[in-house]
């Protein structure tokens, strides 16, 4: 299986040596996973638990968390250590914005309902990497990700409004895609839909 996080990069190992100070996406899911169910439990050893779980995943790669209150709707903020002195940002630590991560936590709240959908979104990579490849099925991981980790939903359930934020923010500041998945990501939603037989929704890309 092809590993979603690799970057294709020039043989000097320049561009692999710069994907060592970003945050593996597979680290940020797992750090999103935890802070959902952090604010839903009503255990406080548990919450406390996932909170030092989080804190833990993020230290091991001199990341911090905070949440952002963004017109009433709660993000996850994830930053670089080494830009942050006394727990206030400095700007002019800051080389390269795209390092953040920023995750609306949007989704449902019950962890039972979200391992449902996720196995959903799951079996249905595996039929698109049986069907078209793993190019394809790659990119149906990534959408996977998005709709469960966001939406708690279904990918097939998105909305066109959703595939757009997908595709114009997601994708291209959170998932790392190679080139080959960033050139046929359009092809592989709508062979994603039709493994799934449902329409695409109408989205701007």
Aim: glycine residues 4%.
């Amino acid at each position: 299986m092809t590993d979603p996080n690799a970057i294709d990069g020039d043989e000097d190992g320049d561009e692999a040596a710069s994907d060592e100070t970003d945050l593996p996406r597979d680290v940020a899911d797992e750090v999103e996973r935890l802070t959902r169910l952090k604010r839903t439990t009503v255990d406080d050893n548990e919450a406390t638990a996932y909170e030092q779980r989080r804190d833990d995943l993020l230290d091991e790669h001199d990341f911090t968390s905070r949440i952002r209150d963004d017109d009433g709707d709660d993000v996850l903020v994830l930053h670089p250590e080494e830009w942050h002195e006394d727990g206030v940002i400095r700007t002019d630590r800051i080389e390269d914005i795209d390092r953040a991560v920023e995750i609306p936590l949007e989704g449902t709240g019950d962890p039972d309902e979200w391992d449902d959908v996720d196995a959903h979104n799951r079996d249905l990579v595996a039929t698109v990497r049986d069907t078209h490849g793993d190019v394809h099925a790659n990119n149906a991981a990534i959408l996977a990700d998005f709709a469960g980790n966001h939406y708690a939903k279904p990918i097939e359930s998105l909305t066109g409004d959703d595939l757009a934020e997908f595709c114009t923010d997601y994708f291209v500041r959170n998932a790392w895609p190679s080139d080959d998945q960033q050139e046929v990501i359009a092809e592989s939603i709508e062979l994603i839909f039709e493994t799934a037989d449902e329409r695409v929704p109408n989205y701007q890309f």
